[in-house]
C-alpha cells in the first residue's frame, strides 16, 4: 500500500515538474497578465460530453465513460465495460462540434480508446474591400483530430493513460497541422469513495500556419514570409470526486476541480451529480473564474437493454455575452 502510494506521488511530483519546466523555458511565454488569444487551436479546449459540461467540466476526477478520451485517459482503464460515445455540441456563432469516440477493454487492467473530433461552420461568403456583399465564391473553416489512446490500470487504485493526438485546421485554402500528447492518472485514495486524478493535455510543439505569404515592402512588391507560430492550446488539471451520499437508490456526487490553461487565468470548477437508481441523473456545475459562463444545467438517462446500457444526456450553458450552448449525447455499452 505504501509503495503505491510512493509510486502514485512520484508520477505526480514528475508531471508537475514537467508542466513548471514549460513555464521555465519559456515555451509558453506569458504575454499579458491573462495570456488571452496566445494559443492555437483553441477549439480543443471546448468541453466534450453533455455530462462534464452540466458539472462545470469539473470531469477530471470522474472520468469514467468514454468522455475520458478528452478529459482524462487514465479513466479508459478503470471503466468496467467497452463503450460508444458520441456528442454533438452546438456552440455559439452557427459553429457545430461533433465527437465519437470508442473505448475498447482488453482485460481488467488495460484498455485502448480512439477518438475523433470534428467543429465545421457552413459555408461563408468571400468579401473584399470593394465587394463587401460578397464575391459570389465562399469559403470553409473546420477543425479536427484523430486520436489513438492507451491506458492500464497498474494496481487497484492507480491508473494512468497517455493519448497521442494528430489535430489539424483549415480556413480556406490555408491549414495547419501538428502532433499532441495528452496524459493522465487517476488515484482511488482507499477513504470512502474519494479520488484524486490529474491531466495534462493538448501538449505539443508550436503550432505554424503551412507554406508562406506574399507581404507587402516599403520599396514596392512583395516578398515570401511564413507565418508566425503559436504555441498549443495545453490546460494542467487536478480534480477530485467523491461520493458524498452513496446509496443503492441514491447517489450524489460532488467533484471540484483547478484548471490551469497556458493562455488564460486558472478557473476552479465546482460539479455535482444525483444518480436515482441509475437510471435519471440530474447535474449541475460552475466554472468559477470564468467571465463568460454563468451556470450549466443538466440531465440523462440510462435505459438497460439486456445486459448493456444506452444513455442519453443532455447539458445547457448560460453564457454572458455568446449565444447560450446545448450539447446532446448518445452512449452504447459494448
Same mark, same amino acid.
Given at each position: 500500500m505504501i509503495k503505491h502510494i510512493k509510486y502514485y506521488l512520484f508520477i505526480l511530483i514528475l508531471t508537475v515538474c514537467n508542466s513548471g519546466a514549460v513555464y521555465a523555458f519559456n515555451l509558453y511565454p506569458k504575454l499579458g497578465h491573462r495570456r488571452a488569444g496566445t494559443s492555437a487551436l483553441t477549439f480543443l479546449k471546448i468541453g466534450i460530453g453533455s455530462r462534464a459540461a452540466a458539472m462545470g467540466g469539473a470531469f477530471v476526477g470522474i =472520468? @469514467?465513460? =468514454? /468522455?475520458? &478520451?478528452?478529459?482524462? #485517459? !487514465?479513466? !479508459? =482503464?478503470?471503466? $468496467?465495460? /467497452?463503450?460508444?460515445?458520441?456528442?454533438? *455540441?452546438?456552440? #455559439? !456563432? @452557427? *459553429? $457545430?462540434?461533433?465527437?465519437?469516440?470508442? +473505448?475498447? $477493454? &482488453? /482485460?481488467a487492467n488495460y484498455a485502448l480508446g480512439f477518438s475523433a473530433a470534428y467543429l465545421h461552420t457552413d459555408p461563408m461568403d468571400v468579401t473584399t474591400e470593394y465587394m463587401p456583399h460578397g464575391t459570389g465564391e465562399q469559403f470553409y473553416f473546420s477543425d479536427f483530430y484523430l486520436a489513438a489512446t492507451v491506458s492500464q490500470k497498474i494496481t487497484r487504485q492507480f491508473s494512468w493513460g497517455l493519448t497521442l493526438k494528430y489535430v489539424e485546421e483549415r480556413i480556406a485554402d490555408v491549414s495547419s497541422h501538428t502532433p499532441m500528447i495528452d496524459i493522465g492518472t487517476f488515484y482511488w485514495t482507499g477513504f470512502k469513495s474519494l479520488r484524486f486524478s490529474v491531466s495534462l493535455t493538448n501538449f505539443g510543439s508550436e503550432v505554424q500556419i503551412d507554406g508562406k505569404f =506574399?507581404? #507587402? +515592402?516599403?520599396?514596392?512588391?512583395?516578398?515570401? +514570409?511564413?507565418?508566425?507560430?503559436? #504555441? /498549443?492550446?495545453?490546460?494542467?488539471?487536478?480534480g477530485t470526486a467523491m461520493e458524498i451520499i452513496d446509496l443503492s437508490y441514491n447517489k450524489l456526487t460532488l467533484a471540484l476541480q483547478l484548471n490551469h490553461p497556458i493562455d488564460n487565468d486558472e478557473t476552479f470548477s465546482i460539479g455535482l451529480e444525483n444518480a436515482l437508481a441509475d437510471i435519471l441523473f440530474l447535474r449541475t456545475g460552475v466554472n468559477m473564474n470564468n467571465p463568460e459562463e454563468e451556470f450549466n444545467l443538466g440531465a440523462g438517462i440510462a435505459l438497460p437493454v439486456g445486459k448493456k446500457v444506452i444513455s442519453f444526456d443532455y447539458s445547457y450553458s448560460s453564457m454572458v455575452h455568446l449565444t447560450d450552448v446545448q450539447r446532446f449525447t448518445l452512449i452504447f455499452s459494448l
Amino acid at each position: 500500500m505504501i509503495k503505491h502510494i510512493k509510486y502514485y506521488l512520484f508520477i505526480l511530483i514528475l508531471t508537475v515538474c514537467n508542466s513548471g519546466a514549460v513555464y521555465a523555458f519559456n515555451l509558453y511565454p506569458k504575454l499579458g497578465h491573462r495570456r488571452a488569444g496566445t494559443s492555437a487551436l483553441t477549439f480543443l479546449k471546448i468541453g466534450i460530453g453533455s455530462r462534464a459540461a452540466a458539472m462545470g467540466g469539473a470531469f477530471v476526477g470522474i =472520468a @469514467d465513460d =468514454a /468522455s475520458c &478520451l478528452y478529459w482524462n #485517459p !487514465a479513466g !479508459a =482503464a478503470q471503466m $468496467k465495460q /467497452s463503450e460508444f460515445y458520441s456528442s454533438r *455540441i452546438n456552440w #455559439p !456563432a @452557427d *459553429i $457545430k462540434y461533433d465527437f465519437l469516440g470508442i +473505448v475498447y $477493454k &482488453l /482485460s481488467a487492467n488495460y484498455a485502448l480508446g480512439f477518438s475523433a473530433a470534428y467543429l465545421h461552420t457552413d459555408p461563408m461568403d468571400v468579401t473584399t474591400e470593394y465587394m463587401p456583399h460578397g464575391t459570389g465564391e465562399q469559403f470553409y473553416f473546420s477543425d479536427f483530430y484523430l486520436a489513438a489512446t492507451v491506458s492500464q490500470k497498474i494496481t487497484r487504485q492507480f491508473s494512468w493513460g497517455l493519448t497521442l493526438k494528430y489535430v489539424e485546421e483549415r480556413i480556406a485554402d490555408v491549414s495547419s497541422h501538428t502532433p499532441m500528447i495528452d496524459i493522465g492518472t487517476f488515484y482511488w485514495t482507499g477513504f470512502k469513495s474519494l479520488r484524486f486524478s490529474v491531466s495534462l493535455t493538448n501538449f505539443g510543439s508550436e503550432v505554424q500556419i503551412d507554406g508562406k505569404f =506574399a507581404k #507587402p +515592402v516599403i520599396e514596392g512588391g512583395t516578398i515570401d +514570409v511564413e507565418y508566425n507560430g503559436f #504555441p /498549443s492550446p495545453t490546460i494542467f488539471r487536478i480534480g477530485t470526486a467523491m461520493e458524498i451520499i452513496d446509496l443503492s437508490y441514491n447517489k450524489l456526487t460532488l467533484a471540484l476541480q483547478l484548471n490551469h490553461p497556458i493562455d488564460n487565468d486558472e478557473t476552479f470548477s465546482i460539479g455535482l451529480e444525483n444518480a436515482l437508481a441509475d437510471i435519471l441523473f440530474l447535474r449541475t456545475g460552475v466554472n468559477m473564474n470564468n467571465p463568460e459562463e454563468e451556470f450549466n444545467l443538466g440531465a440523462g438517462i440510462a435505459l438497460p437493454v439486456g445486459k448493456k446500457v444506452i444513455s442519453f444526456d443532455y447539458s445547457y450553458s448560460s453564457m454572458v455575452h455568446l449565444t447560450d450552448v446545448q450539447r446532446f449525447t448518445l452512449i452504447f455499452s459494448l
